[in-house]
């Protein structure tokens, strides 16, 4: 149980594109979802919270007309990177929190983003 | 300031070779601690939650426990396939954030 997915693993997109990216909660519902960027040998930093049904808090420092964030029901969330820049190829990865289990957070196999 | 420090910053073992982890925390309010496990290129695996000192849990090799201040995660008699970076976070406010560790890199060596 507490599975989560990522659409797509992997992306190569250019310079000035957008690029959206899935999180779902497989088998439990989401109230929270969480998005992360990881950087080389570096832990995760934080970007935003989303609830399901209202806007995502960003955290500081993150642009959030950058990183549009969409929680539009229980099992999924989207993360858009618009105009994409080489500065933003990281490792993307969410987590979600199955309220039934208690604090825990469960993440995705994260998201490779690379701008040319 | 909430903060969350894990030593050492890697280990290298042999296979066989027990040794523990090491994650520190300075939190107003520990509403739980978690540990979790990742893979190069991959998102964190979970492992254990612990919520009040004294507490412990146990999966396979591994054994985390904690304490007022810190947490330790010891491994017993680890095999190469528990290589990998091992994270503390701690959750301190209501709004379910993590404040996380750098991690450990722990290499098993057959």
């Known amino acids: 149980g507490a599975v989560v997915s990522q659409h797509p693993s992997r992306v190569i997109c250019k310079s000035g594109t957008s690029v959206k990216i899935e999180c779902r909660s497989l088998d439990f519902q989401a109230t929270t979802m969480f998005w992360y960027r990881q950087f080389p040998k570096q832990s995760l930093m934080l970007m935003a919270t989303s609830n399901e049904g209202s806007k995502a808090t960003y955290e500081q420092g993150v642009e959030k007309d950058k990183f549009l964030i969409n929680h539009a029901s229980l099992t999924l969330s989207t993360l858009t990177v618009t105009s994409a820049h080489p500065e933003d190829s990281s490792f993307y990865i969410c987590?979600?929190?199955?309220?039934?289990?208690?604090?825990?957070?469960?993440f995705g196999p994260g998201t490779r983003l690379t701008v040319l | 300031e909430d903060q969350v420090t894990q030593s050492p910053e890697a280990l290298r073992l042999q296979e066989g070779e027990s040794s523990s982890l090491n994650c520190s925390y300075t939190v107003s309010g520990l509403r739980g601690l978690f540990w979790y496990r990742q893979d190069p290129g991959k998102g964190p695996e979970f492992l254990f939650t612990l919520y009040s000192a004294g507490e412990e849990k146990e999966k396979e090799r591994l054994k985390a426990t904690l304490t007022k201040k810190e947490s330790f995660l010891h491994i017993t008699a680890p095999k190469p396939e528990d290589s990998a970076t091992y994270l503390c976070?701690?959750?301190?406010?209501?709004?379910?954030?993590?404040?996380w560790g750098a991690g450990t890199k722990l290499i098993i060596k057959p």
């Open positions: 976070a701690v959750q301190a406010g209501s709004n379910y954030q993590l404040i």
């Open positions: 987590s979600a929190r199955d309220q039934t289990r208690g604090n825990e957070q469960f």
